[in-house]
Structure formats: structure tokens, C-alpha cells
């Protein structure tokens, strides 16, 4: 059962989710997280849902979260940064996803069910999506950062999906054979995510963090459809930079770099 003592007393970090909120039944996440930081919450606000029935996902969709099997969370953080440097904290809470499952099954996992990355930030077990980010930035009236909002849903034990996303969507559960307490999958995120956001400020790119996210990327080497508003056309995955782009080798020879929010990569044949 998720509940704030349960949270709290598993969560082993400095700053993230020390100050904790815990909610039963809400309808955004996002939307709590970022009144709190209006309203002055600190840099590592937590917020956790049990059930939420009004999130987003990305392009508008609805993102909900059933009661009893999965989490929805949002964390605040105020970088001291500038927005061009900011794109890539979806890519770092996705490679914190991904090791914070891994963390905690890996007594029990097979080798090939470990976590994986759809660049940019989608979490692939097994290949089936088990988690969505949505990360919000808000801006003060002086241009200047005020906050981030980073948007988890992560499909833990649930086992029956929506008929339109029933093809690519998973949880841990269906894809490991696993069920998991999701308190301690919140804690282990965090712990991640802290170490990695730390790393992060270190340059406000993903220098040190680059090797550990390309061995998660389920495209690398592979080729995939890149779905480009002037025109679909396929290329090869080949990493990212240190800015969070993703680099292709077209099939010309030539490479390039694609950004998230401009284009959409699919694995040829399918969803990775």
C-alpha cells in the first residue's frame, strides 16, 4: 500500500523528495508540483499520487494512473541554469528510471528484461513502454528560470491496458513476471535521479552521464524511421551528444543530430 510513512521511511537521499507530498487521488500531479513551486516549495519537492485521472502525456494525451498499481509522481527542481541547457533533465529522470527499476530488480531480473531507453525518454522493459515523462519548465517575468516540473508516470503492476496503447504499453509486472513494491521503485528513481541531476550540474550537459545512457539506448546501431514534419525518412541511431540530441548516420554517410520536440523516431518495424 503507497502512503507517505511507506515513501518516506524507504527514500535514502539528500535533497529529492525530502519534502514529500503524498496524495490519494488527484487529478494532475504536474499541476500540484507546480502550484507548490509557485507558492515557493524548495528544489526537490515531491509530489506522489496514489491515483491521478487528469495527467498529461505528451501531444495532449490523458495519462492516467489506476489506484493500487502504479505511481505518478512529480518533482520540483530549480536549476541554476539557462533554459538552452535545460532540455536534457527528460533525459536524465528517463536513464534514472531505468536504473532505479533496475536497482531494484536486479536480483531477479534476466539479463535481456533490463530497463531500456527509447530516445529520448521513454522506458522500454522487454520491449513494451512502462513509463511516460512530461517536463514542464516555468519562467520567471525576468526571462530567468523559476522551476521544473518533471512529469513520471510508471506502470508498476497493472495488467490490463487500453485498447489504443494495448500494443506498445506495459509494466513491470507484465514484462519482468515481478510484482513490486512501489514505494521503494519511488526511493530508488530518486536516489538516481539526485546522483544524476548532481553529475548534470557539474557541466549542464550530459558529459558524465552520456556512457551510461547509450548503454540503455534501444535504438543504438539500429536502424530507425525518423519521423520529420517535412518528411519521414530512416537513418541509424548511433548515440547522443552531450546536449541530449540524437545522432544519425543517414544512409547517404553523412550524420546529423535530431532534437526531441522537433521529430519522432520509431523503430522500423515497430515502436522501438
Request: with cysteine.
Amino acid at each position: 500500500m503507497l502512503s507517505f510513512e511507506h515513501i518516506k521511511g524507504q527514500l535514502h537521499t539528500r535533497w529529492a523528495a525530502c519534502n514529500l507530498v503524498y496524495k490519494e487521488e488527484t487529478g494532475s500531479t504536474n499541476d500540484d508540483a507546480a502550484l507548490l513551486a509557485k507558492e515557493g516549495a524548495p528544489h526537490g519537492t515531491l509530489v506522489v499520487a496514489d491515483r491521478q485521472n487528469a495527467g498529461r502525456g505528451t501531444r495532449g494525451r490523458v495519462w492516467e494512473t489506476q489506484e493500487g498499481s502504479n505511481i505518478a509522481m512529480s518533482l520540483v527542481v530549480r536549476p541554476d541554469a539557462t533554459p538552452d541547457k535545460l532540455s536534457m533533465m527528460t533525459l536524465i529522470m528517463g536513464l534514472s528510471v531505468a536504473q532505479g527499476i533496475e536497482d531494484v530488480l536486479i536480483d531477479n531480473m534476466d539479463i535481456a528484461d533490463f530497463p531500456q531507453i527509447k530516445w529520448p525518454n521513454d522506458v522500454i522493459i522487454a520491449g513494451k513502454k512502462i513509463c511516460g515523462i512530461l517536463t514542464e519548465l516555468h519562467m520567471n517575468n525576468d526571462n530567468t528560470v523559476s522551476d521544473i516540473v518533471i512529469g513520471v508516470g510508471i506502470n508498476v503492476n497493472m495488467t490490463v491496458f487500453p485498447d489504443d496503447i494495448k500494443d506498445i504499453a506495459g509494466s513491470i509486472y507484465t514484462q519482468t513476471g515481478f510484482k513490486n513494491d512501489r514505494g521503494r521503485v519511488v526511493a530508488a528513481v530518486m536516489k538516481r535521479f539526485e546522483d544524476n541531476y548532481d553529475a548534470y550540474m557539474k557541466s549542464f550537459d550530459l558529459t558524465l552521464l552520456k556512457d551510461e545512457y547509450e548503454e540503455r539506448l534501444i535504438n543504438i546501431d539500429k536502424t530507425v524511421k525518423i519521423m520529420d514534419p517535412s518528411g519521414e525518412y530512416e537513418a541509424t541511431a548511433k548515440g547522443i551528444t552531450t546536449g541530449g540530441a540524437l545522432i544519425i548516420e543517414k544512409q547517404d554517410g553523412t550524420t546529423a543530430e535530431v532534437n526531441a520536440g522537433e521529430v519522432s523516431v520509431r523503430g522500423l518495424y515497430g515502436y522501438v
